[in-house]
Every structure is written in C-alpha cells, then in structure tokens.
C-alpha cells in the first residue's frame, strides 16, 4: 500500500523515532487532559508520556495485574491512521468519576456499573480519544475517524489483549504510548494509551519531516 | 498447591503429574489443554491467532501464537515427552469478544476465529475436544491440574467452572 516498508516492526524503531512518538503522546494525552480537566472542573495533570516497546508479556501486565478488575474505553482509528486508543481505570476512579459527574452520593462501591454509568464512563472515553486525535490530525494533516466507544470492565490482561491481537500478528513485540492522568483534589488516575499500525507511523513520521 | 506453571501470551508449556499449568486473564485469545490421563501428561497452549498462513512466514515466525502451528508442536512435545498420541484429549476456553463492538466489526469476530481455528486443528489430528467454555464477552484465567486433568476456569464475573 504504501510501496515498500522501511520499518517492518516495531523493534526497528530507533530513538529519534521514540521522542517523536513520545512528543506525540505529550501532545495528545496533554489535549485529553484539558478537556477531561473542563469536564470534572478540577485541574488534571499529566505524567509524562512513556513510549513502550514490549513483548507481549510485559504488556499485558504493564499497567497493574492481569487479573486485576479494570473498567476499560476502546476506540478504533481508522482513515489515514490505523490504530486504537484505550482509557484504562480501575473501579475505584471510575466510581469516583461518576459520582462528580453525576452527583451521585451513593458511596458504596459496587463491582456492576449501571447502564446510565456505563454511558458517561464511556463518554469520558469518547471526548478524551477525540481531543487526542484531534491534535494529533492537526500537527499531522492527517485525517483520521474515530469509532464510536466500546465499554468493557474485566480483567485488565484481557482487555489488554484486544489491541495485541490487533497489533501484534507481525513480531513479537507491540508499541504503545501511555500516559497516566491524575486529578489531585479527588485523588483521580487513569490511563490512556495508543496503539498505532507500523504502517501509521511511517506515514505519522514521513508528515513531521522526520527521516525513517 | 502443586507448584504452578504459567504461560504467557503466544507460548505453551507441558509438564507431568502433580504439576498445575496457568495461563492468566484469556481475552480473544484461546487456551487449549491437552491431556493423556494415563501418563498424566499434559500441556496448555495460549493462542493468539487463528492462522499462521495469514501472515509471510520466516524462520522469526513464533509458531506458538498461532492455532495451527501450536497445537501442532504441542502434540508433538507431548508424545516427546511419553503421552499416547491417541489417548489425547483437549478442552478449550477464551476466544471471547471483550468489547461490544458493532455487528461487522473486525475487532469482534477474533476470538470466534481463534476458536473455530482451533477445533479445526484438533480434528484434522482426530483429537476429541471434551470440555469447551468459549465465547461470550469475558475473560478467563485457565488452571489444567495435571493430578486429574481437570481445567479450571475462573472469572472475574461468574463463579469457578471445572471441566
């Protein structure tokens, strides 16, 4: 599609490459924490973006225990870019998320989330993916669509294996810029991460004038 | 506890009795335990995709991520190890779908594949699948206790199933 690959997998990506993709994560994330910022009235900050390139293994435990119960928002990028986005929280920021957002008193932790929590949990995800993407189409030129949110809560390993799948049929090895959000006054934190085809970030590079 | 065993992602492990073999938190992805219940030998593969022929083969090829090829190998170091090949039984579970997607979605239909890819296998090598916990939309810790070859299934929303 686009001629011959000059990167092949995700281990041939080199350290300028890296700072590239991690400026675009500090970009994105920093974009998303704004808007997650007006939505929950309270100032959000943001880690500073890590850029992993891991064996499957490590990333399915990078972000807590594989069995640890996660509540997790997937988009799907598609159009000029290839790739997901997932917000990650664990049941207790996504219930205290909830109860500023919809004024909920109600402090008993529950393990199920209502119908009406799982749409606002999963619209967080949707504003926060599209204000990503969106700085990311801007400094690129690129015009990428984003799916409507997918919701699920389980086991973080498994929800962790929907984007290796996708991404990780070439090489052993998968990519992913991470940041982590956190809201002091509530003691907030969740993650976000992207997962980008090869093929997404030769074009990503080739539109910043960086050479492969 | 016997002592545990655990696989990753796009790996297997074999072991014999009294040796317990994990594999944590299958989404998509499959788990197939095959077991011989007279030598007490068996092994859990955690399969990633379906087919290795979807993808240009080269000598880098894990062949353990894929249905085809993993099953393969499995049955093979398992009769290595001294199980009959024709007393080998398998029970399967994963292969979910973990996020409600819309219907068409590529994203959706992976662990169906892996599943099918997976019976698919086991039949061509006329190895009777007994027990099968597939599907649905959550994700699941896998234990084949090699004691008695049992294959524990545990989720985060619904209780503990031994098949």
């Not at chain 1, 929950?40 to 900050?45: H, P, Y």
């Not at chain 1, 799948?165 to 509530?186: L, P």
């Not at chain 1, 997404?200 to 080739?206: A, G, N, P, R």
Request: aromatic fraction near 6%; proline fraction near 2%; include cysteine.
């Amino acid at each position: 599609m686009w001629g011959e690959n000059l990167i092949n997998n995700y281990e041939e990506l080199n350290d300028m490459h890296i700072d590239v993709l991690r400026e675009i994560g500090n970009i994105g994330a920093g974009n998303a924490a704004s808007a997650l910022a007006m939505i929950l009235n309270e100032e959000v900050s943001i880690s500073l973006p890590r850029v992993q390139i891991t064996d499957f293994n490590t990333a399915v435990n990078a972000l807590g225990g594989a069995e640890t119960m996660t509540v997790g928002v997937l988009v799907n990028l598609s159009g000029e870019a290839q790739g997901m986005i997932m917000l990650l929280l664990n049941m207790e920021d996504a219930a205290a998320i909830l109860s500023m957002l919809l004024q909920d008193k109600d402090e008993e932790k529950n393990a199920t989330l209502s119908e009406l929590e799982l749409s606002a949990i999963m619209e967080i995800g949707n504003i926060l993916s599209s204000s990503y993407i969106n700085s990311i189409s801007t400094l690129t030129g690129l015009s990428i669509n984003i799916s409507v949110p997918y919701i699920a809560i389980d086991m973080a390993g498994a929800l962790m294996s929907v984007p290796i799948i996708e991404f990780g049929s070439i090489g052993e090895k998968v990519m992913f810029i991470e940041e982590c959000f956190s809201a002091e006054e509530n003691k907030l934190a969740s993650n976000i991460i992207m997962f980008a085809e090869i093929d997404t970030l030769e074009v990503i590079m080739t539109r910043l004038g960086i050479e492969i | 506890m016997s002592e545990l065993l655990v696989v990753g992602i796009s790996d297997y492990k074999l072991a014999r009795h009294p040796k317990v073999i994990v594999t944590y938190a299958l989404g998509s992805c499959v788990g197939v335990c095959l077991y011989d219940n007279q030598t007490k030998i068996g092994g859990l593969s955690h399969i990633m995709l379906p087919d290795s022929n979807m993808f240009p083969k080269n000598e880098h090829t894990n062949r353990m991520k894929f249905a085809d090829t993993a099953i393969q190998d499995l049955v093979r170091d398992l009769v290595k190890m001294g199980a009959n090949r024709f007393r080998l039984v398998a029970k399967i579970a994963g292969g979910a779908q973990m996020f409600r997607t819309q219907p068409g979605s590529p994203i959706g239909s992976i662990g169906d594949r892996n599943v099918f890819s997976a019976r698919k296998t086991l039949s061509a090598l006329n190895i009777p699948i007994i027990a099968e916990d597939t599907g649905s939309n959550f994700g699941r810790t896998v234990y084949l206790n090699l004691e008695t070859g049992t294959m524990r299934v545990q989720s985060l929303s619904r209780s503990v199933r031994e098949l």
